[in-house]
């Protein structure tokens, strides 16, 4: 089999190569061994912290390496990325230089850039002398609402957010009466069903009524491919405003995306694969090709370039006794400036994993054309770029940049593998 490029991973960084690369007109076969990071994710679009200045960051930093050039180049190629997800039935809201604070499920505020429609109402620029209720619903374990009330109160007040009523109420799903703990995913299916999202509407506003409320707050199951039409159903029968509240993981929001991006892959003409590659041919510094283990088999794929997209623990590096390693082309994996050297990962997980923790920032280098580079910093092999959160120099939950970086990185891997 033969292919012009090879994207390996089929996260936000693969699927942008992918669709980055066949606007250059090539060939292209997307590898994945299944769902990554993206359809985990909260579904959130973190692109940077707008406080900060790209040429401020430090100099292995992803956005660094990409230039201001093609950072101030980000948001249009961002909008027309934007308005083909739209065209495979997920909206998503906000600008690249703009924050936006939301409410998670959990009662606290995360700040951001972009987020799907759903979820947008919730932003905190907008609920200045808003009456919200929260529903949960019951035998529900995956969102306590009277939690989340209590902290949103008490940050309605230590802040000055000017929110005038905060309530919650518990209701029953319909079809689930009864039920306990049912699946997070069960319930957004089955409001894709037209009947029983009308009966839960019926619920909704019956519950609600002559109270006053403006806004909504939903635990995140409002349709698992047909989360607008929710919202919208919603808001038409109460003429008040609804939104999602961000989700831990893995989340709907986080699988709508990626359910997107597989339709628009699709659209775009993409093949994607599904198998594990576990080896790879080299000549000369150059790949000629790459084995996949496949449900049939295994299965050799010739191409001219190959971008690898793997992310930074779904399936990016592996462990071994003398420390971290990049498992398809033994890449090294650098912690800032020296090569990582950890040997038990046990060691690493202590009171800094959530904050400025080495393993949420370690990854392989690259040149300014996102080739990976070797321990003595030259072109490891001259037809191989990278994207996404296995590139090192950043930490995602810091520099609030998770998707940012993958989507620009896939994206200028992919043009750059294509002008090959």
Known sequence: MKSDIIIIGGGMAG?????????????????????GSTALSSGAFDILDTKKDVNSLNKRHPYRIAGEKNFNLFKSSLNNFLKDIKAEGIQID??????????????????????????????????????????????????????????????????????????????????????TFPSPFILAMRLDDESVLEKFVSVVKKTARKNGYTHFGFPPILGLRK???????????????????????????????????????????????????????????????????TRNGILNIQARSFILATGRWAGGKAVKKNGIYEPIFNLPIYEKERIAEIKNVADYLDSYVLESHPLLSVGIRVNSRLQPLNDEDDIAYKNLFAAGAILGGYNYLTDQCGLGVAFLTGHLAGKYAGEG
């Open 15 to 35: 699927a942008a190569a992918a669709i980055s690369a066949k606007e250059k007109g090539a060939d292209v076969t997307l590898i994945r061994k299944g769902y």
């Open 94 to 179: 906000g600008a690249v230089t703009k924050g936006a604070t939301l409410i998670s499920i959990a009662g606290v505020f995360k700040d951001t850039n972009l987020c799907q429609h759903s979820i947008c109402e919730g932003r905190l620029s907008g609920l200045k002398d808003a009456k919200i209720l929260f529903f949960g619903i019951k035998g529900f374990a995956g969102f306590n609402p009277k939690q989340c009330c209590g902290l949103f109160k008490e940050a309605n007040e230590n802040n000055n957010l000017l929110i005038k009523k905060i309530d919650y109420r518990f209701i029953d799903f319909p079809g689930h009466e009864g039920e």
């Open 227 to 293: 989360a607008n039409a929710a919202v919208t159903a919603l808001e038409d029968s109460t003429d008040c405003k609804v939104f999602e509240l961000l989700p831990h993981l893995p989340s709907i929001p986080g699988y709508r995306l990626q359910m997107s991006l597989d339709r628009l892959l699709n659209k775009k003409g993409v093949t994607v694969l599904i198998g594990d590659v576990n080896m790879a041919a080299i000549k000369d510094k150059r790949i000629e090709s790459v084995s996949v283990k």
